[in-house]
């Protein structure tokens, strides 16, 4: 928390001084008028800089002061793992250079002495540390040569030895600085810093000094013998010393510059320069928030952005007091009055500080603006205007146009609202123009457009109406220009002595013609548009009628007037059915009849559309009939198609006997042989009946026999398949074999496989009078059969064996394995012996016949384990004893056994022995499995396990005793 209770109570001190001025002295400094109020007031500085070097200390109260860099309270010890002693701070130090201490508390003690500084141009960063000498080391630091700084340091507590001791900074040489440090509690007999003579152009920047007493003599705070010693921005409070109590100065070449010193007698042969406010009159909006600011520097120009300033507001119109106030210089003051009209008495607490006067005016919140208005004109001085209600009267100042480039136009007030300038721009184009008011930044400002444009040129042009394909010679008449362009459908055309165009080589329709000016210096390019018209010409078609017969072929005889018309020509049939024409003029005669042929001309972008009808007769004509002489293959069906036009079907006779037919087609049912065949056309109704005859002869068909050669095995039966073509030949196939011993073949085609070897069978189709005899041998070779055998899987207990008989044909006999190994066979019988459990392979081969091969085919032996055996016998033992149980086994290598649920049991193993301990007396189950071996299964068996109980014994001794005996 901020502590600010020194500044607060000089503001108040000041403010009843200033209350207490009398009302001549107020009217002395204050200057005013019913029209235009002004209060005095001092020059302004402007642009002040402020570097981080040059940061200001919040002077508050006496114990805690706080630093705009880092925001240290000073005075407050810091946590005590950053703590170290005076000679860690020897030993960060050394002889100097360019150091930031690394901790925030640094105690001295009784053995420490000063720390002497001797590198030119060192810089010391306390770093927000604080040294507390505690009442130990009489000089701190020892500055000995040029241009030391010591910063950002707080010392205290430095009231070592008499008071012929030092100062807490004691500086040798010329150019030290002494900045952002804090001296607190001390007593020296030379104050807190010393600056002997050749000790000159040192600076104290933004220290605090407080309770700080010269021991000797002097002052408590600063004691200076050198020239031209600067103290910038420092606080002073509750020093004291013999000659003053803050600065002592023996040269009188010392200036405290904006510095407070709250103590009475405070220096001696000191410059006091106070420091400037810069505050201007404030107009504002009532209740927008905005803020008086003030720009606080010390005299040598370093911004103080946190220098505390008192404000005493008076009302304008009968001087009474409306406020006091306060704010630090660098956040301003929130301006928070009614409406009305106020002066303010601005004053701070730095030393030599002379109050001065700023005016207050608050306005109605009423939402201000200026809207400047838009303009387009032709004239390049135009009347710039802008709408505001800013309330000139009560505020002043003046509204400004601002132009493009920068430079502003005072404005002149018209009437209500309204504010005026003249201008002349220079060039024609558009100008943004802005505005803004003297003394009133809270208007919302609107700029707008100022479009300065030359004046139109004129064009005097009609629609243009042509017939194609005519041209013209078109003059334009215009104004304001030099001479003109010309396009028609966009594309440029050629202008002839300036202002005529030739308009020519147009096709019939409608185009735009643009026109457009070449302006002189004073007005604007323009373009005019019209319309040109060019009609479409009329055409003629000359064509005369026609004679056809039946399917002749003509082309439309025709011509265009004019002879050099040139498009499309379409023809159109009101009865295609006659007539038919094609796109291209040519006609066809389809049918006997007449028919209307039109002529279309279609026309184009030049030429009108025309049409011309003609007339076209189609005369009858003989229909025909083609019939070449036949020589036909016979076929159960057979029959031939005529070729025929002009008929709708024909009457046939063979030999003078009618045939049926089916359109053009005839029907033959006849045998093999030679015939006359007679046909008349039936005609259509454009045609006349023709009679033709020709002779057919009918051929016997050759057949063939198709069949493949065919590999059958021993004693295989199989049906021939063969393919007589044509398949429709009728008659009687045969078969026979040339070695029926080993392929034999039956009436029916069946043949059977008798023994190995190779026979052939003949196919023979015997024919008749209309097909031919034929016939097709095919090799027939008979291979071995394989033999057979059927074996199944066989399932036996381990120490048995067992005989497996297999069934066979085509064998004389069969051999076997077991496992690969050769296994005993008697005839099909195969001797299995005593094998391990597990899953064995039994593989048996045929010892095949004559006409058969061997194969071999693979079973399974499933040889199962057995159980093993096994016996205990129940344990009966005392507790706390150990009993043991007998097994005897057969199958397995031993026993595992447990006590069931009797975890901590002991069991022991050995051989056929079980031993059981470690058991309560009571009842319980033993469990006991044996470990088979490899061809049995495990076994489990329990016995009972009896612990008694143990007998109890009792003893006890004889006891003698005598009555009473401790009375």
């Known amino acids: 928390m901020k502590y600010k209770s020194i500044i607060l109570i000089l503001s108040i001190f000041i403010l009843f001084s200033i209350a207490s001025v009398s009302a001549g002295e107020v009217d002395d400094k204050i200057m005013m008028s019913d029209e235009n109020p002004e209060i005095e007031s001092t020059p302004i500085e402007n642009d002040l800089k402020t570097t981080d070097d040059n940061q200001v200390l919040s002077k508050a109260n006496d114990d805690k002061l706080e630093s705009m860099k880092d925001n240290e309270v000073i005075g407050d010890d810091s946590d005590s793992n950053t703590s170290a002693t005076f000679e860690d701070l020897r030993n960060e130090i050394g002889p100097g250079g360019i150091i930031t201490l690394t901790h925030k508390l640094y105690t001295a003690g009784p053995s420490d002495y000063p720390i002497d500084i001797t590198w030119e141009n060192s810089v010391i960063n306390g770093n927000g540390a604080v040294l507390d000498l505690n009442n130990t080391v009489d000089t701190a630091f020892s500055l000995r040569h040029k241009n030391i700084t010591m910063k950002n340091l707080t010392i205290k507590n430095g009231n070592y030895g008499s008071e012929e001791s030092g100062a807490l900074i004691y500086v040798y040489y010329p150019d030290a600085k002494i900045l952002d440090c804090n001296f607190i509690n001390n007593r020296r007999a030379y104050g807190a810093i010393i600056i002997p003579e050749d000790s000159d152009n040192s600076v104290v920047t933004n220290c605090t000094f407080i309770n700080n007493t010269a021991g000797k003599q002097l002052a408590g705070a600063i004691n200076t013998l050198a020239r031209n010693i600067v103290v910038t921005n420092c606080y002073f409070s509750e020093n004291s010393g013999h000659e003053c109590n803050d600065i002592y100065s023996e040269a009188y070449s010392v200036t405290a510059d904006t510095c407070i010193f709250k ?80 002066y303010a008495i601005l004053n701070t607490e730095y030393a030599g500080f002379e109050a001065i006067n700023r005016t207050i005016t608050v306005i109605p919140n009423i939402g201000y603006y200026i809207n400047v208005t838009p303009v387009t004109t032709s004239s390049k001085t135009v009347n710039l205007t802008a709408k505001s209600n800013i309330p000139t009267d009560i505020i002043g100042g003046k509204l400004v146009f601002i132009l493009p480039n920068g430079d502003e136009i005072n404005g002149t007030y018209d009437s209500k609202d309204t504010w005026w300038t003249m201008h002349t721009f220079e060039d024609y184009k558009t100008y943004e123009i802005n505005a803004t008011y003297t003394n009133f930044k809270m208007a919302t400002v609107n700029s707008a457009t100022i479009t300065v444009e030359k004046a139109n040129s004129t064009i005097y042009l009609d629609d243009i109406v042509l017939d194609y394909p005519e041209s013209e010679t078109v003059t334009v008449s215009a104004e304001g220009a030099t001479s003109i362009t010309a396009k028609i459908d966009g594309k440029p055309i050629i202008v002839v002595d300036t202002f005529t165009i030739q308009i020519s080589d147009l096709d019939a329709g409608n185009y735009t013609l643009a026109v457009t000016t070449i302006p002189d210096e004073t007005h604007l390019s323009v373009t005019k548009t019209v319309t040109i018209t060019v009609n479409k010409a009329s055409v003629k078609i000359i064509a005369f009628d026609l004679e056809l017969k039946l399917d002749d072929k003509s082309k439309v005889n025709y011509a265009l007037e004019p002879e050099d018309t040139t498009g499309l020509i379409n023809f159109i049939s009101d009865n295609p059915e ?24 279609k026309g184009n972008k030049n030429y009108e559309k025309t049409t011309k009808t003609i007339k076209v007769k189609v005369n009858k004509v003989n229909s025909t009939l083609i019939i070449p002489s036949q020589e036909l293959e016979y076929k159960p069906s057979l029959n031939i198609t005529v070729d025929a036009t002009g008929a709708t079907g024909i009457i046939t006779k063979i030999d003078g006997e009618d045939t049926k037919t089916d359109g053009f087609t005839i029907e033959i049912p006849v045998d093999a042989g030679t015939y006359t065949l007679t046909v008349t056309t039936i005609p259509d109704k454009n045609h006349n009946p023709v009679t033709k005859t020709a002779n057919i002869t009918v051929n016997k068909v050759n057949t063939i026999i198709g069949a493949n050669d065919l590999e059958l095995a021993f004693g295989e039966k199989t049906k021939l398949i063969y393919l007589l073509v044509p398949e429709y030949a009728e008659g009687n196939i045969t078969f026979s074999s040339s070695n029926p011993e080993v392929a034999n073949v039956s009436t029916i085609g069946e043949v059977t496989a008798v023994s190995v070897g190779t026979a052939n069978i003949t196919i023979t189709f015997e024919g008749n009078k209309n097909y031919e005899k034929t016939n097709k041998t095919i090799k027939i070779k ?38 690969g190994e050769n296994a005993k066979v008697d005839g099909f019988t195969i001797e299995i012996p005593v094998l391990d459990a597990g899953i064995h392979t039994l593989t048996v081969t045929t010892i095949p016949e004559e006409n058969y091969n061997a194969v071999t085919e693979n079973a399974t032996i499933t040889v199962r384990k ?73 076994i489990t068996k329990t016995a009972s396990i009896t612990v008694n109980k143990l007998k109890t014994t009792l003893n006890a001794k004889s006891i003698a005793t005598v009555y009473n005996v401790n009375k």
């Open 866 to 938: 057995v159980n093993s055996t096994l016996t205990v016998t129940d344990i009966t033992f005392d507790y706390k004893t150990k009993g043991i149980a007998t097994v005897t086994f057969t199958g397995a290598t031993g026993v595992k056994a447990t006590v069931i649920n009797q975890g901590q049991a002991n069991v022991t193993v050995n051989g056929t022995n079980i031993t059981v301990s470690n058991l309560n007396a009571g009842k319980y189950t033993l469990q006991v499995t044996t470990i088979a071996e490899d061809n049995y299964n495990p």
């Open 578 to 601: 006659v007539a038919n024409v094609a796109s291209d003029g040519n006609i066809t005669a389809l049918s006997a009849g007449t028919a209307n042929i039109t002529i279309t001309f």
């Open 263 to 342: 103590d009475v007698g405070e220096i001696y042969n000191v410059e006091v320069v106070p420091p400037t406010v810069n505050a201007n009159d404030f107009i504002t909006v009532n209740n927008s928030g905005e803020k008086l600011t003030f720009d606080l520097k010390t005299n040598s120009g370093m911004s103080v952005e946190n220098g505390n300033i008192s404000i005493s507001v008076y009302n304008k119109n009968n001087d009474s007091l409306i406020g006091e106030y306060s704010c630090l210089s660098g956040e301003g003051w929130t301006v928070n009055l009614p409406a009305g009209f106020y």
């Open 782 to 819: 008979v291979d071995k059969a394989n033999s057979t055998i059927s074996i199944g899987p066989s399932v036996v207990d381990y120490g048995n064996s067992l005989n497996v008989t297999a069934d066979t044909t085509g064998a004389k006999g069969i051999t076997a394995k077991i496992d």
